[in-house]
């Protein structure tokens, strides 16, 4: 069982920047990769950034080159820097980690949630 709590939400004008942390309550080297999703009311979630236990980094087409996820292991915590912030990144982001189990397949654990709005 993983535990994922989520900080750095808030409100922040267009263009401006966020940072939000996700904290787990394992080694993050037990988890084969972390990542932040985002949803709106209405919307399916979806994947923002992801960072695989061996460090490799992919992101959603519109956040390349503003958002940047990153880690560090000691904290077992995992962030988002994001940059240049527009409206349509208001969402509600959650923190991810993905375990694959040999009998299981994957299984997925889920933070609360943080609320990032952005205004114009």
């Known amino acids: 069982q993983v535990q994922l709590v989520e900080s750095g939400g808030g409100l922040v004008q267009l263009g401006g920047s966020l940072s939000l942390s996700c904290v787990a309550s394992?080694?993050?080297?037990?988890?084969?990769?972390m990542a932040w999703y985002r949803q709106t009311p209405g919307k399916e979630r979806e994947l923002v950034a992801r960072?695989?236990?061996?460090?490799?980094?992919n992101y959603e087409d519109s956040v390349k080159g503003r958002f940047t996820v990153s880690r560090d292991v000691a904290k077992r915590t995992v962030y988002m820097q994001m940059t240049n912030l527009k409206p349509d990144d208001t969402a509600v982001y959650y923190c991810?980690?993905?375990?694959?189990?040999?009998?299981?397949?994957?299984?997925?654990?889920w933070g609360q949630g943080t609320l990032v709005t952005v205004s114009s």
């Open positions: 991810n980690a993905r375990i694959h189990d040999y009998h299981f397949g994957d299984m997925d654990y």
């Open positions: 394992v080694n993050i080297y037990s988890i084969d990769a």
């Open positions: 960072i695989t236990k061996g460090g490799l980094t």
